[in-house]
């Protein structure tokens, strides 16, 4: 018979056998390169760049075949697990990102990336809302610069993202805390108009609620002591 003091111990260690069999953390990163960049001012007009202090938007768009998407990669498990390349082979379609900016600093936008025609043409699509936690910084380049920020509100269109396997990110987006990621633009270096083409590394996070397993396990256990 389960006591309360032993089916505490019990679901402990279901808890902790859950965690580390099933809910392993998973971090995806879309590695996109050549993403042609517009600064914008506050109105929405093409302007130049206002570097760390900028006011208005930047704005990313692909320019096919120049922009690609060069690789998906994943890891499982937090640091120090290493990410693994995917071996993703369709094509970028669709590429728009738009980056809020007051003074510098990053105050919303969002993300979208169509790959093989994207839901449309039979193809996939990941979107993301950009939050208001970033930055403009210089770089050590003269002239060049990079943003950050963080992204909510994640979703993929379904399970699977061209070829890459994506079903658990697909099923996690549908409950707080919802697909949560961040963002690094680099190798910004924009003419005296506010144009040019950058590079940026976009990462979506699945991280398993521990609460919810443990009362999955804890629910799991009192069922099996009312069958007793």
């Known amino acids: 018979?389960?006591?309360?003091?032993s089916l505490a111990a019990v679901a402990g260690a279901v808890l902790v056998a859950s965690t580390s069999a099933i809910a392993q953390e998973r971090r995806l990163q879309f590695d996109v390169n050549n993403l042609a960049f517009q600064a914008r001012d506050v109105a929405g007009a093409p302007s130049a760049f206002g570097g760390t202090?900028?006011?208005?938007?930047?704005?990313?768009?692909?320019?096919?075949?120049?922009t690609v998407l060069a690789a998906i990669l994943i890891r499982t498990g937090g640091l120090p697990n290493p990410f693994v390349n995917q071996g993703f082979s369709g094509s970028l379609s669709?590429?728009?990102v738009t980056i809020n900016l007051a003074g510098g600093?990053?105050?919303?936008?969002?993300?979208?990336?169509d790959v093989n025609g994207g839901p449309?043409?039979?193809?996939?699509?990941?979107?993301?809302?950009?939050g208001a936690v970033g930055s403009v910084q210089a770089s050590p380049t003269p002239g060049e610069f990079t943003i950050d920020a963080l992204t909510a509100l994640g979703a993929f269109s379904d399970g699977a993202y061209g070829n890459v396997a994506?079903?658990?990110?697909?099923?996690?987006?549908?409950?707080?805390?919802?697909l949560t990621g961040d963002f690094l633009a680099f190798s910004i270096q924009p003419s005296p108009s506010g144009s040019g083409f950058g590079h940026m590394d976009i990462f979506v996070n699945n991280v398993p609620a521990p609460a919810s397993l443990a009362l999955l396990g804890l629910g799991g256990l009192l069922a099996a002591r009312r069958r007793r």
């Open 53 to 66: 202090a900028h006011t208005g938007s930047i704005t990313f768009i692909d320019q096919l075949p120049t």
């Open 105 to 113: 600093l990053v105050t919303g936008g969002s993300i979208l990336l």
């Open 120 to 130: 449309g043409g039979g193809g996939d699509r990941y979107t993301a809302t950009i």
């Open 1 to 5: 018979m389960l006591t309360a003091k």
């Open 166 to 178: 994506v079903a658990d990110f697909f099923a996690a987006q549908g409950t707080p805390p919802f």
């Open 94 to 96: 669709d590429a728009a």
